[in-house]
């Protein structure tokens, strides 16, 4: 499925390069195509979460109100999905895995791009140098302190990114994981080739703008009084 998934990817990062003529310049015009293709499943998951998060100080009340009594608060809480309409899964783990072959599908893509989108002998002509970059194909390397740059990359736009949809005043295993994952992230993108991590950068950056729009723009939360 994810090599069905990657060969036309393949074929459209192809199509980009031989149009624009630099592989990095085409990584960043193949970034911004995806997330338009998959726009319409990341406006439904942003409109889900915008919901959870006004619903979030009611859900709190009934937690308070009901907690003794799971059954009760379980009853309570669906009930209160349904008089506003809100699925609860639409903003969680639903659209991510829906995503998730195509997540897999991209990286197969530039991870080995000699294999998905040139031929070898193409792809040893093909500039692999883009800004500071000096090297899509290779990995970053701990003792080039410039190519730091693009893992650091990788883990503040993923803190960022992950921290404008938790909840607020999250706690727990999800503030840890807040914090953990961007630095995880950070780490393995020293081995990955610069080329995916770019992917991964600049594919974070176009959610926070979305998500700016689609979730700060409506305001704050407002905690309601008991």
Known sequence: MINSIAVPLGKLLFYIYDIVNSYGLSIVVFTILVKLILLPLTIKQTKSMKQMQ????????????????????????????????????????????????????????????????????????????????????????????????????????????SKMVAPKNAEGTQSTMNVVMPLMIGYFSFSFPAGVTLYWVLSNLFQIVQQYFGLSRGGAVKEESN
Not at 96 to 121: G, H, S
Not at 130 to 159: E, N
């Open 54 to 161: 006004e619903l979030n100080p009611k859900i709190k009340a009934l937690q308070k109100k009901y907690g003794h009594d799971k059954q009760k608060l379980n009853e309570k809480t669906m009930e209160l999905y349904r008089q506003h309409n809100v699925n609860p899964f639409a903003s969680g783990c639903l659209p991510i895995l829906i995503q998730l072959p195509v997540l897999f599908a991209l990286f197969q893509v530039l991870r080995l791009p000699e294999v998905y989108v040139f031929t070898p002998e193409t792809y040893e002509a093909v500039g692999k140098s883009f800004l500071w970059i000096k090297d899509l194909s290779a990995s970053s390397s701990f003792s080039d302190p410039i190519s730091y740059i693009l893992p650091i990359l990788a883990a503040v736009t993923t803190y960022y990114q």
